[in-house]
């Protein structure tokens, strides 16, 4: 029963490269939540989504980043024109369904090295 | 959400309780409260939450008091794997977002 799992691990950039993260959530499961956490921060909440569909996406900047969960495959994070200041830690979780009284299981997440 | 109020750091003996404190003063009654875990590197792990009453798992123990004002985080014998950053959060039930701190940094010592 494998858990939520994200790559990939490590993505290192040039300044101006896109950026593509992926999600896979857990079996089963068709919402997922990306955060960030930047350098010697604590995690931000970014976007929900649910397959095919975005629910929530007031956390994520409104140029350069998109998010998507097609009905097949996993869920992407594209970051365009990647600037310095992207440069953090991404993490995604998923959970069966939207109310969720109960702990997410995060993936490791993808850290983002912009250069 | 509630604000929480957490200890930047503290240290822990291998094998000794560690008991983690947490604010949380402004609670409102459908708040619950969640304990995640970072070690470093990882994504969080969820610990444990609960409502108004005490919990318990094979993780950890919560301890709410009756106010619900606070909560202490009981993790019963410390390993060195137990080393990372703790977080508490206060979030309304149905509500799908959590809200970090900074956390307490919690080193366990040989």
Not at chain 2, 17 to 44: F, K
Not at chain 2, 87 to 98: A, E, F, P, S
Request: aromatic share 10%; net charge positive; with cysteine.
């Amino acid at each position: 029963n494998a858990g939520v799992m994200q790559n990939p691990r490590h993505l290192v950039r040039r300044r101006g490269q896109e950026a593509r993260l992926r999600c896979s959530p857990m079996k089963g499961h068709s919402h997922v939540y990306w955060y960030r956490q930047l350098p010697e921060e604590g995690l931000k909440f970014m976007v929900y989504l649910q397959k095919e569909n975005i629910i929530d996406e007031s956390g994520m900047p409104k140029e350069r980043f998109s998010a998507e969960f097609p009905k097949e495959g996993p869920s992407i994070l594209r970051i365009q024109q990647v600037v310095r200041g992207d440069s953090a830690a991404y993490f995604c979780a998923s959970s069966p369904d939207r109310v969720a009284n109960y702990g997410y299981t995060f993936g490791s997440g993808t850290r983002l090295t912009v250069v | 959400d509630a604000k929480t109020t957490q200890p930047p750091s503290m240290d822990c003996a291998e094998g000794r309780a560690a008991n983690l404190p947490c604010n949380h003063s402004t609670i409102s009654g459908n708040e619950y409260v969640y304990w995640y875990r970072q070690i470093h590197s990882q994504g969080p792990q969820y610990i444990i939450h609960g409502l108004k009453n005490n919990e318990t798992n094979e993780m950890a123990s919560l301890i709410i008091t009756e106010d619900r004002k606070s909560s202490t985080l009981i993790l019963p014998h410390a390993t060195l794997r137990d080393t990372a950053v703790y977080y508490c959060i206060v979030r309304v039930g149905g509500d799908y977002k959590l809200s970090f701190g900074a956390g307490t940094t919690v080193t366990v010592r040989a």
